[in-house]
T-cell receptor, first 112, second 113 residues
């Protein structure tokens, strides 16, 4: 069945360092890959997304890379700040279904 | 622009009772999605409504049901509550026919005792 694996489950980095979160999807028909940030007591917030016709996308300190052949995609956060501390979820979706298959989340802690 | 709003914020029910959760999408969005986020788990797809119709359903028993009203707001009903139904229930909305850029609400925390 459809599945998205996400690693690591927890990640601690020093302020200013980079953080990388990796996801692997099973359905080769997936063509849309969003990343969400969830802070305590709040709903997930879309922070960046990528479609299958693009290999990389960047928005300031955040970037996402996609390897369709390996069915891997990754979130890269550079120059991390304490406010980046949250739970991050990756997801995969394909046209026509409109549902997202989410990974199990990564708890990122940025240590000041 | 108002975001996706959900009510109530918290709900406590007894096992066997029914729970009703409500969601108002962003103005202009006609698709509403419901997800369950159990403690320590990722988000599990429950239901998708678009233009008043149920379009897709996740792997949940029939006691999870819902509907979408003419103003595109939505209601999720959970009958015969079980302890394992305790979770954060999230609603998201998007433009019809667009599978990208869901906007989530803050959720309803349902506790079954």
């Amino acid at each position: 069945g459809e599945n998205v694996e996400q690693h690591p489950s927890t990640l601690s980095v020093q302020e200013g360092d980079s953080a990388v979160i990796k996801c692997t999807y099973s359905d080769s028909a997936s063509n849309y890959f969003p990343w969400y940030k969830q802070e305590l007591g709040k709903g997930p917030q879309l922070i960046i997304d990528i479609r299958s016709n693009v290999g990389e996308k960047k928005d300031q300190r955040i970037a996402v890379t996609l390897n369709k052949t390996a069915k891997h995609f990754s979130l890269h956060i550079t120059e991390t700040q304490p406010e980046d501390s949250a739970v991050y979820f990756c997801a995969a979706s394909k046209s026509g279904t409109y549902k997202y298959i989410f990974g199990t989340g990564t708890r990122l802690k940025v240590l000041a | 622009e108002a975001g996706v709003t959900q009510s109530p914020t918290h709900l406590i029910k007894t096992r066997g009772q029914q729970a009703t959760l409500r969601c108002s999408p962003i103005s202009g969005h006609t698709s509403v999605y419901w997800y369950q986020q159990a403690l320590g788990l990722g988000l599990q797809f429950l239901l998708w409504y678009d233009e008043g119709e149920e379009r897709n359903r996740g792997n949940f028993p029939p006691r999870f049901s819902g509907r979408q009203f003419p103003n595109y707001s939505s209601e999720l009903n959970v009958n015969a509550l079980e302890l394992e139904d305790s979770a954060l229930y999230l609603c998201a909305s998007s433009h019809s026919g667009k599978n990208y850029g869901y906007t989530f609400g803050s959720g309803t925390r349902l506790t079954v005792v």
